[in-house]
């Protein structure tokens, strides 16, 4: 993987992508970082996706001569210094200045996925530019004409993969962000003024840079033209109703787009069969990080059976991925590859592009070392029935 300059100081503390968590809440104004670690409802599902890898545990190998090891994994024509990628994070800009630039950027150093969301503040044409092989995440708008002009928009700005995501028919219950005092549109208060001056760093390093040097952000990428200003009464528009849409979209769109099609957001074996048979090339198994219907079961616990209803496409998952053992369980169990999300989210929050090379390269590291602690020489090594045990447990996100 590509070296980066010494972290900070602060950055040096940062041991695991746990530690960026309350950084980042010290940082971040509780609305905003209320916005990127909230879930729905009673965040059963945000519980359980982490829970769901203590499930496993490791049978690991003794004496293996590990000094060859490597963590490159290959995803869709492509090879990657690592398993693991930068998940889809809307509104990153509110949080990180220029965030949707800083996570592209590390991870084009880092030489891992990142995709772009399709909620980002930041035009999805100057994100390619600097990361070429960036991937676009798109909300599908109401209407096919205007599915299709966003599509053609995607791939005349040079993406060659596009995610679908298809677990967001109608707007989630999250709660927790209306307690912290997250809403769309923002609305100004002076709860909300008081809440911005009381994190200076925040407010002078990224609001208000924002605003001297690109203005009121607006809503960039959901559809082929620009849409309203996150202040604006009118920005519910940009997040209508999806609930019309179903797989014959899908269908339409595999016939127009000529890259990469990757269906996100599938937990149905069901599902992911019918989006094989669409002609996908990929899936990504998710329940939206715990985001969207509470109560979803965690990805994990449907990956091997999905794995198996699906072998002539590979199989992705998100969720819940914090520790190195984490991307290495799902891939025993069958997945290609992985994405993270709220970490590289804080971490671009609390220290721009060096705090996400930071956290890429502390998972990268676990990821390494576990091999060898395993006694595996390549990701694609790992087999479920070599190198996990199932623990008979009563999940606590139930109890």
């Not at 040097?213 to 999806?242: C, K, L």
């Not at 590289?344 to 676990?366: D, K, N, P, R, T």
């Amino acid at each position: 993987m590509a070296t980066n300059a010494p972290p900070s100081k602060v950055l040096r503390k940062v041991l695991c992508l746990d530690d960026f968590e309350p950084l980042a809440r010290r940082h971040l104004p509780p609305p905003v970082f209320g916005y990127i670690a909230g879930a729905a409802e009673t965040n059963q599902s945000y519980r359980a996706n982490r829970s769901s890898f203590s499930e496993y545990e490791f049978i690991p190998r003794a004496l293996v001569d590990i000094s060859q090891r490597s963590q490159a994994a290959s995803i869709l024509g492509q090879t990657f210094a690592a398993p693991f990628g930068i998940a889809p994070l809307g509104l990153s800009a509110l949080s990180a200045y220029r965030g949707d630039i800083v996570l592209a950027k590390a991870a084009r150093d880092a030489r891992i996925p990142m995709i772009m969301s399709g909620s980002s503040l930041i035009r999805l044409e100057e994100v390619i530019k600097v990361n070429p092989d960036a991937w676009f995440q798109a909300y599908l708008p109401g209407e096919e004409r205007a599915i299709v002009a966003l599509i053609e928009r995607v791939f005349a700005a040079g993406f060659k993969t596009l995610v679908i995501t298809v677990d967001t028919p109608v707007a989630a219950n999250r709660e927790n962000n209306v307690r912290a005092g997250f809403s769309t549109p923002i609305r100004p208060s002076m709860r909300l003024a008081w809440q911005g001056t009381s994190h200076p760093r925040w407010l002078f390093g990224t609001f208000a840079r924002t605003l001297v040097r690109h203005g009121m952000p607006h809503f960039e990428n959901n559809y082929a033209t620009r849409g309203a200003p996150i202040v604006s009464p009118t920005v519910e528009r940009d997040f209508s109703d999806r609930g019309h849409l179903t797989w014959k979209d899908v269908e339409m769109i595999r016939r127009i787009w000529p890259g990469n099609l990757v269906i996100k957001g599938i937990l149905s074996k069901r599902d992911a069969s019918i989006a094989r048979d669409i002609g996908a090339n990929a899936i990504v198994v998710s329940n939206h990080g715990g985001r969207q219907l509470d109560g979803a079961i965690a990805p994990l616990r449907v990956l091997p059976e999905i794995v198996a209803a699906c072998t002539e496409i590979p199989v992705m998952l998100d969720s819940g991925i914090r520790r190195g053992t984490d991307v290495l369980k799902a891939i025993a169990l069958g997945a290609k590859f992985v994405f993270v999300g709220r970490p590289f989210g804080y971490a671009a929050a609390v220290g721009g592009q060096a705090g996400v090379a930071h956290a890429i390269s502390l998972l990268s590291a676990e990821v390494s070392r576990n091999m060898a602690m395993l006694g595996v020489n390549a990701v694609s090594d790992l087999r479920a029935e070599d190198s996990l045990y199932r623990v008979n447990l009563v999940d606590s996100a139930h109890c």
